[in-house]
């Protein structure tokens, strides 16, 4: 449950455990058992192949199959869940691919990793790898004979900062689930939220390499896209970095995720840079046509952020909670898809100051690199400690509401 596809702040974990605070243990069960039943149904596979997609991929949290404070016991409650996704899908005859969005200690130091913290610890605790690797071994024995699951795709968007951590666990994790289930496929990520293969220096067998290939000409922060030959060229150059690796070991790609972040009805020029970015869509969509790889787009359904479709605007959850989505909106909280105009001038002296107390040698110290001192701060300020605090209040818009 990324944050900004139901529009709460924050962590996932931190999320529920507002929510239990404010509903008690029987709503909360209520609601979300609810929520998981309506957000996928046959409905919404029967428009997948309406629309002639052959494949998803399905993001899950690691603590439907494991909970932290009892690692050792696998929950069946996760498969149940799954269970149910992989017969709709299969029904329609739709394969899927199962995902692991999130891992104790967290694989990355993204809010998605439903970790709360700043650093990716599952690289630096053995046994929080060996939990990762045990709970992959219950599910691949468990979905061993299913061929409507093409395969596992066991860490999303890894952030190794010392790159063979990973490299290693993908040898053991692979190692282990052949021992149950020889035959699915492997999805295996690169580094650096699956940018980065540079560190990788081996092929597993029977494994295929993902990679993520979001262009920033498709956020708000980044150029508009005109479809200019310079833009063109930029896209395919990002791309061809990413899948080196594969080319040079003349192993297969697939795309796990891409895709846009598009513009509300109540932003000027909406129908402009929409148009732009579906403008973009297509100039990616070529490319891979073109190199003949597959691909899954991220992602299917929101509140109105990156989804394929949105949430009926008039529907008693977003009429609920639009006074605290325009809340979030302004303040920025979602960076990764939204302006500063309402906020720049709070975080700027900040950064600055870091900028200027910092030796400039030192300011790109901490991994990932690229992000620089100023997508540390938003990580840790805005990201974490702003966006906790407002899980209570996203929360409490649920306070006294019924079964009903």
């Known amino acids: 449950m990324e944050n900004f596809i139901t529009g709460y702040p924050g962590h996932e974990h931190e999320m529920r455990a507002a929510m239990l605070e404010v509903l008690g243990k029987e709503k909360y069960d ?3 058992d609810r929520f998981l ?20 991929r399905i993001p899950m949290n690691h603590r439907y199959f494991m909970d932290d404070l009892n690692p050792s016991v696998i929950k ?14 299969a029904a329609e005859g739709i394969y899927t691919i199962l995902d692991m969005h999130s891992f104790p200690g967290g694989q990355n130091q993204g809010w998605h990793s439903d970790s709360g913290l700043h650093r990716a610890t599952f690289w630096e605790y053995r046994d929080l790898q060996d939990r990762a690797t045990n709970m992959w071994v219950e599910i691949a024995k468990y979905y061993a004979g299913n061929t409507w699951i093409a395969g596992y795709n066991p860490m999303n968007e890894p952030a190794d900062p010392q790159h063979h951590n990973l490299q290693a666990w993908y040898r053991q994790v692979e190692k282990a689930i052949r021992e149950v289930d020889p035959h699915h496929i492997l999805f295996l990520d690169g580094n650096t939220y699956s940018m980065d293969f540079t560190g990788f220096k081996e092929v597993l067998p029977n494994c295929v390499y993902a990679i993520h290939d979001y262009a920033t000409m498709g956020f708000p922060a980044g150029q508009p896209y005109k479809g200019t030959s310079e833009q063109k060229d930029t896209l395919r150059r990002q791309y061809e970095r990413k899948v080196e690796f594969m080319r040079e070991h003349k192993v297969p790609i697939w795309n796990g995720e891409f895709g846009p972040v598009y513009a509300g009805p109540d ?41 394929m479709v949105y949430t009926n605007p008039d529907s008693p959850y977003m009429r609920l909670l639009q006074p605290f989505f325009a809340k979030k909106k302004r303040l920025g909280l979602d960076k990764w898809g939204r302006d500063d105009k309402h906020v720049k001038h709070i975080y700027e002296p900040l950064i600055q ?43 409490s818009y649920f306070e006294g509401k019924t079964m009903e």
């Open 267 to 307: 932003e000027t020029n909406h129908e402009q840079i929409n148009q732009q970015r579906y403008n973009l869509l297509g100039e990616q969509l070529s490319i891979y046509k073109q190199d003949q790889i597959h691909w899954s787009i991220w992602l299917y359904k929101d509140i109105g952020f990156q989804g």
């Open 353 to 395: 100051h870091l900028k200027e107390e910092i030796p400039e040698r030192f300011q790109r110290r901490r991994y990932p690199h690229h992000w620089g001192s100023e997508g540390h701060v938003h990580r840790v300020v805005r990201e974490m400690l702003v966006s906790e605090l407002l899980t209570y209040e996203y929360a």
């Open 30 to 32: 209520y609601f979300f």
């Open 37 to 56: 039943d309506y957000f996928f149904t046959a409905a919404d596979v029967k428009f997948f192949a309406s629309v002639g997609l052959n494949c998803i």
């Open 76 to 89: 069946p409650d996760g498969f149940k869940l799954v269970d149910r996704i992989v017969d709709l899908c």
